[in-house]
């Protein structure tokens, strides 16, 4: 059973900085893409950032120049450093781990920009 435990949500004010971190148990595969989504209250879950297991990155075009995706392979774990945020950050972030055909989500942790 795929576990993702996602931490390093909060409060923050408009262009300060936080790092989310999701590390990943239950898979005996290093073969996977790790990202990060968000949903704000009433929008879609839109994607923020993928990384693969090779290292490739992308990033949605409203996060470019602010946010960092990096992984630790051998741990599964994945960080998502956020600097200069704004209030439209706000949201609840997820973790997600794709192998293959199967797809794991964490449970979520809030993100809010708010002076």
């Known amino acids: 059973q795929v576990q993702l435990v996602e931490s390093g949500g909060g409060l923050v004010q408009p262009g300060g900085s936080l790092r989310l971190s999701c590390a990943a148990s239950?898979?005996?595969?290093?073969?996977?893409?790790m990202a990060w989504y968000r949903q704000a209250p009433g929008k879609q879950r839109e994607l923020v950032a993928r990384?693969?297991?090779?290292?490739?990155?992308n990033y949605a075009d409203s996060v470019k120049g602010r946010f960092a995706i990096s992984r630790d392979g051998v741990k599964n774990t994945v960080h998502l450093q956020m600097n200069s945020l704004k209030p439209e950050d706000t949201a609840v972030y997820y973790c997600?781990?794709?192998?293959?055909?199967?797809?794991?989500w964490g449970q979520g942790t809030q993100v809010t920009v708010s002076s």
């Open positions: 990384i693969t297991s090779g290292g490739r990155k």
């Open positions: 239950g898979t005996s595969s290093s073969i996977n893409t």
């Open positions: 997600d781990l794709t192998a293959g055909q199967y797809d794991y």
